[in-house]
């Protein structure tokens, strides 16, 4: 029914276009010794995607026309921005290249003229190949290759994934038109009908928010992670064409208008969970993978307002000040371009209320009207009518159904138990964050700065991210969080190591300095990734927490569950460090050779934290000079951050 294999449609843009057009319309030209073309469904996707007016072929068929559309839909752009081409590289937003590549095989690092690589890709395409001989034989090629020379910030392997998905949800979702009619039908009639479907067809986009009620206070607790895991991959398994993005605890979807949120209730409440939703009515011509983008650029460009509002003020000499304020005050939140933006977008947000195509909300389990105790001492959202005893302390819990059976499913992180059973000092809990909203204000904004950097007018306008962009990202995201586990592994021994989610981890140390190793790895690779989050803020957030196996890993939780600093260490007993991305490689060269002044500085702050402030600079203080690259480092990055390093640095 489908097995045109819709991924493989774009092959031939790895073929020199002024050899062989991507469509292979004009195969073989002028090309000689090459392979016929062995007609098969593949083949027809690849000749018939397209319909434009410069088009010889077009679609011919209801899967082809579905093709075309999800091609469409899943391209990095609605329009171009430059008429010649840009870079066949791809311009990656948060790691981009030294420079735009625009001869397709030095992109590559292949030559894509030759008779020999044309017969290469028409030989593999006649033999009716699967979507994953595809990616695994041209997977290389088609990570460097841009999807859109003219808009080089995506890969053709990112558009031909997300083709796939777009094509299987649009082939059950749209009206299936006879095979005959296309058969019938001009090229402008079949344009024509595409520009309506994508115009007048209406799909949600939906963000959900998956939330536990139980509250992980012991080791034994964590097992409630591996049910979210579990929650999340039957999800994916029951929506296989309708999950375009997963998170932490986050999933991104596109649903027929007539998909139910209640649906997933079941999955999601099997162990009383709940989500929190935001769903939007959307065009396929404007397919946004943000729901709350309307929220988001309000809050986004009051931000701005206030941004500009403190730099204008700061100009004023403090004695006019206070008379100056308001005429600013006046001038950007009345005046200023944000404001009318702002207005547009509330008349956006209410339009859309009213019209229902905004919704946002929480599903919950089915919960009783009344709940009798003992209430459960984990979720406290049901009666308790099961007991949990322990068999170490004797302690006794009441606890519901939901709660017992987490307990009962036995432990998936056996190295946590070995720590505990041991009494393990020192414990990193290390978890990575990300903010969505925050990951697409981000893209707008280097998106902008790329667009104007090829002089391109009004870039704030023009740069819009959809899902395309948003996929790329994921992909390096992915691979970022599996090199990062990957060094931590390879830095301490495996038995001292544990994975709990992708982004969450801990292992076990034998001393404090194990902090800046971790965040020694941390900085490495994110910088490897994503080197231009470091301008900005990060939507990427590292929290770790260090702390005896015994501590109420409740207490850990609570820092890690919301992430507010880019970088975030809490080292119990002994303070914290909060930091932006861009302060954390400089944090790491901070460099005290006397350790003696350290150990000096830390007793005294046991005394007094604010003693331990005056001493550095105290003049009278025979180590003063000596504390200069402290008082350097604490005028940089702020003096608790300094004193944590102190007592981190003196064990």
């Given at each position: ?136 034989t041209f997977g290389k090629y088609l990570k460097l290759r841009a999807e859109d020379a ?161 730099e204008q003020i700061a100009k004023v000499p403090p004695d006019k000040k206070k008379k ?64 949990w005893v322990d068999e170490e302390s004797g302690i006794v819990e009441n606890l519901c ?251």
């Amino acid at each position: 029914m489908k097995e045109l294999k819709p991924e493989i449609h774009d092959i031939g843009k790895l073929i020199d276009s002024s050899i062989i057009k991507h469509n292979f319309e004009n195969y073989p030209e002028k090309l000689k010794n090459v392979p016929s073309i062995k007609m098969n469904p593949i083949w027809e996707g690849i000749l018939q995607h397209h319909c434009t007016e410069r088009d010889e072929e077009y679609p011919k068929s209801f899967k082809t026309f579905v093709l075309s559309v999800a091609d469409s839909v899943a391209a990095v752009a609605s329009r171009h921005y430059k008429e010649k081409v840009v870079g066949h590289n791809v311009y990656k937003l948060w790691n981009p290249p030294r420079k735009n590549i625009r001869d397709l095989s030095k992109a590559i690092g292949r030559d894509t003229r030759t008779p020999h690589w044309i017969t290469r890709i028409v030989e593999f395409v006649n033999k009716y190949p699967s979507v994953e001989d595809f990616f695994e034989t041209f997977g290389k090629y088609l990570k460097l290759r841009a999807e859109d020379a003219k808009t080089n910030i995506t890969s053709l392997w990112t558009h031909s994934k997300l083709t796939g998905l777009f094509y299987r949800f649009l082939y059950d979702y749209l009206e299936e038109i006879d095979d005959e009619w296309f058969q019938n039908a001009s090229k402008e009639e079949i344009r024509k009908l595409i520009d309506s479907v994508k115009k007048n067809t209406k799909v949600k986009i939906v963000k959900i928010k998956i939330n536990f009620p139980q509250h992980p206070v012991r080791i034994r607790d964590l097992n409630v992670f591996d049910v979210l895991k579990e929650v999340k991959n039957e999800i994916l398994e029951k929506y296989p064409d309708n999950v375009i993005f997963v998170g932490f605890n986050e999933l991104l979807l596109i649903l027929p208008l007539n998909k139910k949120l209640e649906e997933m209730r079941e999955i999601v409440s099997k162990y009383g969970f709940w989500f929190e939703y935001v769903e939007r009515v959307q065009n396929l011509d404007k397919l946004y993978p943000d729901p709350d983008r309307v929220t988001r650029l309000i809050n986004k460009m009051q931000k701005m307002q206030y941004k500009k509002f403190e730099e204008q003020i700061a100009k004023v000499p403090p004695d006019k000040k206070k008379k100056a304020e308001e005429g600013i005050r006046k001038t950007i939140f009345e005046k200023g371009k944000e404001a009318k933006r702002i207005a547009e977008l509330w008349d956006e947000y209410h339009h859309e209320l009213s019209e229902k195509l905004y919704k946002k909300g929480s599903i919950y389990a089915n919960l009783p009207d009344q709940i009798n105790p003992p209430i459960c001492e984990i979720c406290q959202l049901n009666q308790a009518t099961e007991k949990w005893v322990d068999e170490e302390s004797g302690i006794v819990e009441n606890l519901c159904k939901n709660c017992l059976h987490i307990r009962k499913r036995g432990s998936k992180f056996p190295k946590l138990d070995e720590w505990e059973k041991e009494g393990a000092d020192r414990i990193l809990w290390i978890r990575i964050g990300l903010d969505i909203n925050e990951l697409i204000n981000v893209l707008e904004d280097l998106y902008a700065e790329y667009l104007r950097s090829l002089g391109i007018k009004e870039p704030e306008e023009r740069a819009e991210i959809r899902f395309s962009v948003l996929s790329e990202f994921d992909w390096d995201y992915k691979e970022f969080l599996s090199k990062f586990r990957d060094k931590i592994l390879g830095s301490f021994e495996k038995n001292d190591f544990q994975q709990i989610l992708e982004d969450f981890v801990a292992v076990k140390i034998k001393s404090l300095k194990d902090v800046f190793t971790v965040l020694r790895i941390f900085d490495d690779i994110f910088s490897e990734f994503f080197p231009k989050f470091k301008e900005v803020t990060s939507p990427i957030k590292l929290g770790i927490v260090c702390s005896n196996i015994k501590y109420p890993f409740l207490e850990s939780w609570r820092i890690l569950s919301d992430l507010k600093y880019d970088v975030h260490v809490c080292v119990i007993g002994k303070g914290e460090i909060k930091l932006n991305m861009k302060q954390l490689t400089p944090f790491l060269e901070i460099k005290v050779k006397n350790k003696a002044l350290i150990h000096k500085l830390v007793a005294m702050s046991e005394i007094s934290e604010k003693l331990a402030e005056i001493m550095l600079y105290d003049r009278a203080d025979r180590d003063y000079r000596k504390y200069k690259p402290l008082r350097d480092a604490v005028r940089e990055f702020g003096y608790q951050n300094i004193l944590t390093y102190a007592k981190i640095m003196g064990g």
